[in-house]
């Protein structure tokens, strides 16, 4: 047995669609099977100061990107769900196929029961 990757990023830094697009085929080129995707959730009184975060679509768009350029890889939503409608679950329509959830993050998230319910009622299988 040996270790896998995982190796994902945060979206929301003042990086460009180029640069995340860059990182999704870095990504497949080092065939990493778990890519976590992040939404920076600013936090007051933290040394980042972004002026325009990224917005719910263009996460949405970037997240199908890194599907479409990784299709077999396990896309995780992982920080930053409270910020996106429902906690993300058009997300796992447009391309998550994997999740982080309950307290494994530093903010708060969705419940593991509720994110087991949601992940449900979308068709998919645990």
Known sequence: MGLEVCSGGIFGLGESELDRIEMAFELRH?????IP???????EGTSIN???????????????IFRFINPKS???LAGGRNLLTDFGRIAFEG???ATITGDLLTTCGNTISNDIEMIKSLGFKL
């Open 74 to 76: 396990y896309i995780r």
């Open 37 to 43: 995707l992040n939404v920076l959730n600013y936090i």
């Open 95 to 97: 391309g998550a196929n």
């Open 30 to 34: 080092l065939n990493i099977k778990s």
């Open 50 to 64: 972004i002026e325009n975060p990224i917005t719910e679509d263009e996460f949405l768009k970037s997240l199908a």
